[in-house]
């Protein structure tokens, strides 16, 4: 089993419509969750960040983690062809709170 | 201010040759990391600096890799050498310290092809 897994996508969504993103992890002593945007051929950009259990809104964006499913999503409204990115989920885990473990990425494409 | 910072951007050498990639972290940020990212294996942990300390250096994949940190700000990532399949957009990233969740921040990256 992978330690972060995330639907490779690509994932089509109508300009302003809701995407949903979402992220498994495997290990139970993950501690923090992260969610990063990249557009092709840039680094990575931290969108959100989530360590508790619940939802966490910040603008278009919100985050929601379930530690007992070991799942975390991201949610975007009113999506844009600005938002047109791979997603990656981060995680770390028990004992190494500073190491980020990645999913592979969703390729999302809002269309105009 | 300004943000993490690497260099060069893009190298192209030949296999068997010795490359070095630098990274200048955010100022202030005592944490430094770097990553690779290649094709079909997302982005993988290579080793974390803790001021001049490497404290994890796990994800190192061969000893042909090592990095040094100097004066808590610059680090080089060395690769000794290389081999085609070193090829990769190998990232640095900083946050500001230990201590609880850190917001780790990207630079552009160096991609690095061995031909």
């Known amino acids: 089993q992978k330690e972060v897994e995330q639907n490779s996508g690509p994932l089509s969504v109508p300009e302003g419509a809701i995407a949903s993103l979402n992220c498994t992890y495997s290990?139970?002593?993950?501690?923090?969750f992260f969610w990063y945007r990249q557009y092709s051929g840039k680094s990575p950009e931290l969108i959100m960040s989530i360590y508790s259990n619940g939802d966490k809104e910040d603008g278009r964006f919100t985050a929601q983690l379930n530690k007992a499913s070991q799942y975390v999503s991201l949610l975007i409204r009113d999506s844009q062809p600005s938002d047109s990115a791979t997603y990656l989920c981060?995680?770390?885990?028990?004992?190494?709170?500073?190491?980020?473990?990645f999913g592979k990425g969703t390729l999302l494409t809002v269309n105009p | 201010g300004a943000g993490v910072s690497q260099s060069p951007s893009n190298k192209v050498t030949e296999k068997g040759k010795d490359v070095e990639l630098r990274c200048d972290p955010i100022?202030?940020?005592?944490?430094l990391y770097w990553y690779r990212q290649s094709l079909g294996q997302g982005l993988e942990f290579l080793i974390y600096f803790q001021g001049n300390s490497a404290p994890d250096k796990s994800g190192l994949p061969s000893d042909r890799f090592s990095a040094e940190r100097t004066g808590g700000s610059v680090s080089t990532l060395t690769i000794q050498r290389t081999q085609q399949e070193d090829s990769a957009v190998y990232l640095c990233?900083?946050?500001?310290?230990?201590?609880?969740?850190?917001?780790?921040?990207f630079g552009p990256g160096t991609r690095l092809l061995v031909l």
């Open positions: 290990d139970r002593g993950s501690q923090s």
């Open positions: 100022s202030g940020h005592t944490a």
């Open positions: 990233a900083s946050s500001l310290g230990a201590g609880g969740p850190q917001t780790q921040y």
């Open positions: 981060a995680v770390t885990r028990g004992g190494s709170n500073y190491k980020l473990t």
